[in-house]
C-alpha cells in the first residue's frame, strides 16, 4: 500500500505559496536599487537605479579597498482639518559594498547623479598589473 498525500484545497495552497513567493521576493528587492557594473582597460563604472532621489541622499566612502554607498531618508507629513488628522511617515534606507580590486585610483573617483541614475566611475591604474603568468618548476 502506498500513502499518498491528500490536499483538501490544491488552489488555495498553490495561490498562497506563489503569493508568499513574490512577497519573499518584493521585501528582498525593494530597498536595494539595482545596479550595473561596467569593467574596461581605463575604469570601473557603477551605475544604480535610483529615481526620485537628491544628490545630497547619497553618502559614498572608501574604506581599505571596500567601497560603500548608502542612502537614509526620513518623510513625515501632517495635515490637520476640522475634524480629523492625518499624520503620515516613511523610511527609506539602502546600503551597498564594493570590494575593490588594488589597481585603482582612489583620488581620481568621481560620482555623479542624472535622471534617477548615480554613476560612479573608479579609474584603474595602467602601472599595476594584477595579472601575471606563473611557471611550473
Known amino acids: ?3 499518498v498525500r491528500f490536499n483538501r484545497h ?9 503569493m508568499e ?14 545596479v550595473n557594473i561596467q569593467d574596461d582597460e581605463k575604469q570601473f563604472l557603477l551605475e544604480f537605479a535610483v529615481p526620485g532621489m537628491k544628490k545630497d541622499d547619497f553618502k559614498i566612502n572608501l574604506e581599505n579597498q571596500v567601497l560603500t554607498i548608502s542612502s537614509e531618508i ?3 507629513n501632517e495635515e490637520t482639518k476640522t475634524n480629523y488628522t492625518r499624520r503620515e511617515f516613511g523610511y527609506n534606507s539602502f546600503s551597498r559594498s564594493f570590494t575593490l580590486p588594488k589597481n585603482i ?13 548615480l554613476n560612479i566611475s573608479i579609474p584603474k591604474d595602467e602601472k599595476t598589473k594584477l595579472t601575471r603568468e606563473i611557471k611550473v618548476a
Do not use: T
Open 21 to 34: 513567493d513574490d512577497f519573499s521576493n518584493y521585501k528582498r528587492n525593494c530597498n536595494v536599487p539595482a
Open 10 to 18: 490544491p488552489f488555495y495552497s498553490g495561490f498562497m505559496n506563489a
Open 105 to 117: 585610483v582612489a583620488d581620481k573617483i568621481k560620482a555623479d547623479y542624472q535622471d534617477g541614475i
Open 1 to 3: 500500500m502506498n500513502l
Open 74 to 76: 526620513k518623510e513625515e
